[in-house]
């Protein structure tokens, strides 16, 4: 891996790339750190100090943004919950399937509807919280509020920009390196934030950190085990006549992954557990009843940790059943002449693809709900907020591994290039 980046960086059209993405990633540190207009900089400060630095997902996805109130406040999550809602669209509306399958065109036109869509969530989400920092630390004055909601949309698109200049000019999917880059900037925080809760428990708190090192290290390598498992399922290809040609017949094949939803799932789970206690920011008055809905949903509760096990078991499943398709796979696999050996061309072909599917995903959807409940059985065993945990190592794990394939494979392109040139 060493390698690989040693010759990445020797190459120049690949370095170039990599400085590129290097200073778009200090252009999304640098708008963490512009406060909005009317925002009380001091008040904002202390808060920070008194409070919790582990924060939720969504603020270390946002970079600690979201804690400052700063600019790039909601930052990529707009674009990627348009991005979700758009991929659930193109299998709910005929049309939008239908440009799917155009090539380019039609994948350009359901990128500028992402856009669009950004736009609006970003409208939505911006006027919600600026609402919330209202009440906070906002100035109260209605220029000052529209002129805050107009800054978090721009911030949001900005950013939404910054991340398809990295993917079209830099190293990597531009979404997945900035969330990358956020998270990264939040582990110095968590560590110093776990060594200062802990640090004045003596011999205790060593065993403490020594034991939570431990723990996040088994983690770190059970991730890299579950992001590269997959089945994969023999599939053989009968000869054929091509023109005038006859094509001899050929052995491959099909690999699933262990979780095909990846992060998606807890991402959902999460969104869909802090909906009650989003909205009851916008109620200064929550009375007993609401409160009492929001603590139980917390994670950290048993009854809430049980909801989140679940949720991540059903979206695992539903977005499973969204990107594959068993029925177009051996359909198409049909057409090409193609066949599982054992297994009938066809129905039964699909059948047997949808059964191996549920399976791999059932032990995929259980390996992810461990490792969400990571950063939970740590607070609740040592009593401590771990900032960074199961969620956040799934992701830097993930983009970090897509970062060594991208290098790898431009390392791979310029040497077939330099080959056919000579």
Known sequence: ??????????????????????????????????????IDTAGVMAARENASL????????????????????MGI???????????????????????????????????????????????????????????????????????????????STFVMW????????????????????????????GIASLYYTI???????????????????VVLAFIVMVNSGERRLPVQYSSKMVGRKQTSGRATTMPIKVNTSGVISIIFAISLLQFPQQI???????????????EVLNMTHPVGAVLYVLLILFFTYFYTSIVINPNEIAMNMKKNGGFIPGIRPGQPTSEFITRVVNRITLVGAICYAILAMVPVVLQWVFKINVGFGG???????????????ALESQLLMRHYKGFLSE
């Open 280 to 294: 009851g920011n916008f109620f200064p008055n929550k009375g007993p009843t609401f409160t009492k809905v929001i």
């Open 199 to 217: 640090s004045g428990s003596g011999a205790v708190g060593i065993a403490k950190v020594a034991a939570i090192l431990i723990i996040l290290v």
């Open 162 to 189: 910054l991340a398809e200049q990295i993917t079209a000019k830099g190293i990597g999917n531009g979404s997945s390196m900035i969330i990358f880059i956020n998270i990264v900037s939040n582990l110095p925080t």
């Open 391 to 405: 969620t956040t190592l799934i992701i830097v794990v993930g983009v970090a591994l897509d970062i060594v394939k």
């Open 1 to 38: 891996m060493f390698r690989i980046f040693v010759n990445s960086w020797k190459t120049k059209e690949i370095r170039n790339k990599i400085l590129y993405t290097l200073m778009i990633f200090a252009i999304v540190r640098l708008g963490t750190q512009i406060a909005l207009p009317g």
């Open 54 to 73: 582990a924060g939720t997902l969504y603020s270390v996805i946002a970079g600690g943004a979201n804690s400052s109130w700063s600019l790039f406040a």
């Open 77 to 155: 999550g707009p674009y990627i919950n348009a991005s979700i809602i758009m991929q659930l669209l193109t299998i709910a509306i005929p049309k939008f399937e239908q440009l799917s399958k155009e090539g380019p065109d039609g994948r350009k036109k359901l990128q500028s509807y992402s856009r669009y869509l950004t736009v609006v969530l970003a409208l939505i989400q911006g006027t919600g919280l600026t609402y919330t920092y209202q009440n906070m630390y906002l100035v109260h004055s209605p220029l000052v509020y529209i002129a805050s909601v107009f800054c978090l949309v721009c911030g």
